[in-house]
């Protein structure tokens, strides 16, 4: 199983930018998706979470923010960023609970990171 994610930049302080992260191979269910950053120096850290069947879990410092959503049918998660501050600059990266058809056992799976930089 692997995780590919797209969509960091550059971006203005305000503006908005979209990540998408597919998860792909031999994939049995799809459990939960969702994105953590890790800041220069700092801890890495949730920034939101989908669980399937559950309503999606953010940080209390992206709330009314960003948006996670999820295409099933895909694999895919996205994260709409808006409103976009220099503190939300980090590495972001992809995180998936999946039970690949090859073990059957619930697996936490990282993506590579995508740079997102918020300009002042």
């Known amino acids: 199983v692997q995780l590919q994610a797209s969509g960091g930049g550059l971006v203005q302080a305000g503006g908005s930018l979209r990540l998408s992260c597919t998860a792909s191979g031999s994939i049995f269910s799809n459990r939960a998706m969702g994105w953590y950053r890790q800041a220069p120096g700092e801890q890495r850290e949730l920034v939101a979470a989908i669980t399937t069947g559950r309503s999606p879990n953010y940080a209390d410092s992206v709330k009314g923010r960003f948006t996670i959503s999820r295409d099933n049918t895909k694999d895919t998660v996205y994260l709409q960023m808006n409103s976009l501050k220099p503190d939300d600059t980090a590495v972001y990266y992809c995180?998936?609970?999946?039970?690949?058809?090859?073990?059957?056992?619930?697996?936490?799976?990282w993506g590579q990171g995508t740079l997102v930089t918020v300009s002042s």
């Open positions: 995180n998936a609970v999946i039970v690949p058809s090859t073990t059957f056992r619930p697996t936490n799976y």
